[in-house]
């Protein structure tokens, strides 16, 4: 069974730097494009950062110059390295990868992790 499973959230002043990752398990034949989204309290879920297997990146406007995403093909994983967090950064992060498995190609969902920017 692929399951992606996130870790590194947690509560960070203003101003200071949280890194995600994200790790995909089970029978996995190849995975295409990574990203993170998130979702804020009574808001949508909104892209965050992507990025393909060849290593191009997408970022949210209001994310740009803040946050880098990165993978590790070997490692099956995805990255986050978030810095300048501000308090609108605040919101349960999920991460998302489009993976080819004996299910064939499918989009899979993290369980999400909450990052809480705060003083």
């Known amino acids: 069974q692929v399951q992606l499973v996130e870790s590194g959230g947690g509560l960070v002043q203003p101003g200071g730097s949280l890194r995600l990752s994200c790790a995909a398990s089970?029978?996995?034949?190849?995975?295409?494009?990574m990203g993170w989204y998130r979702q804020a309290p009574g808001k949508q879920r909104e892209l965050v950062a992507t990025?393909?297997?060849?290593?191009?990146?997408n970022y949210a406007d209001s994310v740009k110059g803040r946050f880098t995403i990165s993978r590790d093909n070997a490692k099956k994983s995805v990255y986050l390295q978030m810095n300048s967090l501000k308090p609108e950064d605040t919101a349960v992060y999920y991460c998302n990868a489009e993976i080819v498995s004996y299910r064939g190609r499918r989009d899979y969902w993290g369980q999400g992790t909450q990052v809480t920017v705060s003083s």
């Open positions: 990025i393909t297997s060849g290593g191009t990146t």
């Open positions: 089970g029978i996995i034949f190849s995975i295409d494009i």
